[in-house]
């Protein structure tokens, strides 16, 4: 901010009215955190459950990785449901399934209904992904971003405390009723926020993506904001061009011959010069290796069925009330996570939480190998432990703390660029949901065969692997402009992490090239 009127508007100010932008999307994020915790309550109740609804063993594994399964579904149609319809629209609509799935799981009367609620719950969560983690990106300005992206942890953590604590203190149909009023509440909040400016820019409203920017921007006047805006014009202006001629390097015309063409050529042109570019391709295989660690490392595949998980490790006290406590112990992670962005970066935060859930894995493997006898099973309740044990719960709650520091979700928002951001981050949501539906159904399978030992030892074992991995591609984005992130993954490097051991082996590497490289004669 250069002018006089732009030093008049402070910080805090700016910040304020992004905060309050992202009030609706937090709002959403707590009924996301719900939905994807509802079934860890629900589990423990219908498990051979003697009156009422029961699931076996094995239809608890399925019930329990059921929403899982479905999200890849909503996933899909996230991305043209953002792009059509806007951000801020698509923040209205996808709250429609949460609101037919809380009703159908109160009022479930057998077993498929209780099933289909929860797919639907699932359906609902993967439409939901795209358009959050893309309002918050878009918002946001550099400085402001990593905050604010790395804060919508807390709010989901927030879902799952709420979740887990209707759990202990009312039934799990009372508790479907009463997060009814979170879609709503996000529906009518959601009335207030604005549109994100790239996307009016890129339907020709300019004039909305000024007011829009100067709101953000801490309800500034649009000569405050004029530098950014005419930044974002010049982007919108490149962005609009015809891909292809653009790709080809032909000269810009009002109209040329691939305007013409038909929807599936056009289909097709999108999907080879959009999505299967190195600007999309690169950041969309680092963000899916980066969820398959950080879903394959430990809590996320024993989720649904946590509370038996805790009574499997002999884990004094009430389970459930454990489980109240790992959400609690979310919430507050990811509030840390939010000052730790902002010291240290993105890069070695993600290093660090994941080598450090791997340690946490191993040392639980560690103490089911030497303290818990063989047949144990989280999915048989008669083989349970006495409750007695405090060790295990500290191990799990590290194993907590550290995987709450892991932000995937965060890297999402800022890694593709806008041409593609729309079907790269439905189709990035799709592929986590899968991923976290092989974690957490073969969670049943992999117990069934190595144990609770084993199971932890293969958990540890992915999350070293995962750390080593992201070590050397993964870069640090921590603010940097969308922009710059988008030219960086256009560029022609390979290995995208910058660090001294990795910068001195590329130096030595370059040495060698020079001097096993032939002699020039003229």
Request: aromatic letters at 12%; charged letters at 15%.
């Amino acid at each position: 901010m250069t002018t006089e009127s732009n030093k008049i508007i402070s910080r805090p100010r700016v910040a304020l009215s992004q905060f309050l932008a992202c009030l609706a999307l937090n709002v959403l994020l707590i009924g996301l955190g719900m939905s994807i915790s509802f079934v860890t309550m629900v589990l423990p109740d219908v498990l051979d459950a003697k009156e009422g609804l029961s699931l076996n063993k094995k239809q608890a594994s399925w019930f329990g990785s059921m929403a899982f399964l479905c999200q890849p579904l909503g996933s899909v149609f996230s991305g043209p449901v953002l792009d059509y319809f806007g951000r801020k629209k698509a923040l209205f609509l996808v709250n429609i399934p949460h609101l037919i799935a809380w009703l159908l799981l109160y009022f479930a009367w057998d077993v498929p209904s209780l099933f289909l609620g929860n797919a639907l719950l699932g359906i609902g969560t993967g439409i939901m992904e795209a358009p959050a983690v893309t309002y918050v990106g878009e918002i946001t300005d550099s400085s402001l971003r990593g905050t604010l992206t790395t804060l919508t942890n807390t709010f989901t953590s927030t879902g799952m405390f709420i979740a887990y604590l209707l759990g202990t203190v009312v039934s799990w149909r009372q508790a479907a009723l009463l997060s009814l009023t979170v879609p709503l509440a996000t529906m009518v909040l959601v009335l207030f926020v604005p549109e994100t400016p790239i996307w009016l820019l890129s339907k020709g409203r300019q004039k909305e993506a000024l007011q829009s920017l100067c709101r953000l921007r801490g309800w500034a006047k649009p000569a405050d904001v004029q530098e950014e805006f005419d930044e974002l014009l010049q982007y919108n202006d490149n962005i609009t061009k015809c891909v292809v001629c653009n790709t080809e390097g032909k000269p810009d015309v009002l109209q040329c011959e691939h305007a013409s063409y038909n929807v599936f050529k056009k289909l097709a042109i999108k999907f080879k010069y959009v999505l299967f570019v190195k600007e999309t391709l690169r950041p969309f295989k680092l963000v899916m290796a980066y969820f398959f660690f950080h879903t394959m490392s430990g809590v996320l595949p024993v989720r649904p069925n946590m509370v038996n998980v805790c009574k499997a490790f002999g884990m004094k006290f009430d389970s459930k009330i454990i489980v109240v406590v790992v959400a609690l112990v979310f919430i507050i992670m990811n509030l840390l996570s939010v000052v730790i962005v902002k010291t240290i970066g993105k890069r070695k935060l993600v290093l660090s939480s994941l080598f450090a859930t791997a340690c946490c894995s191993l040392a639980l493997s560690v103490y089911a190998g030497s303290k818990l006898p063989s047949e144990v099973f989280s999915y048989e309740v008669s083989t349970f432990p006495e409750q007695t044990e405090i060790l295990p719960i500290i191990l799990f709650m590290m194993l907590v703390m550290f995987t709450s520091l892991g932000i995937p979700w965060i890297l999402l928002s800022e890694m593709f660029p806008f041409r593609s951001r729309g079907m790269a981050t439905g189709l990035a949501a799709a592929l986590s949901y899968v991923i976290f539906f092989l974690g957490s159904k073969t969670n049943y399978n992999l117990e069934a065969n190595f144990h609770m030992s084993g199971t932890f030892a293969i958990y540890a074992i992915i999350g070293f692997i995962g750390a080593i991995f992201l070590y050397f591609f993964l870069p640090e984005t921590e603010r940097k402009t969308l922009v710059e992130i988008e030219a960086f993954y256009k560029g022609n490097q390979k290995i995208f992490a910058d660090d001294f051991f990795i910068n001195a082996f590329r130096k030595n590497k370059a040495e060698d090239k020079c001097v096993n490289r032939p002699m020039l004669v003229n």
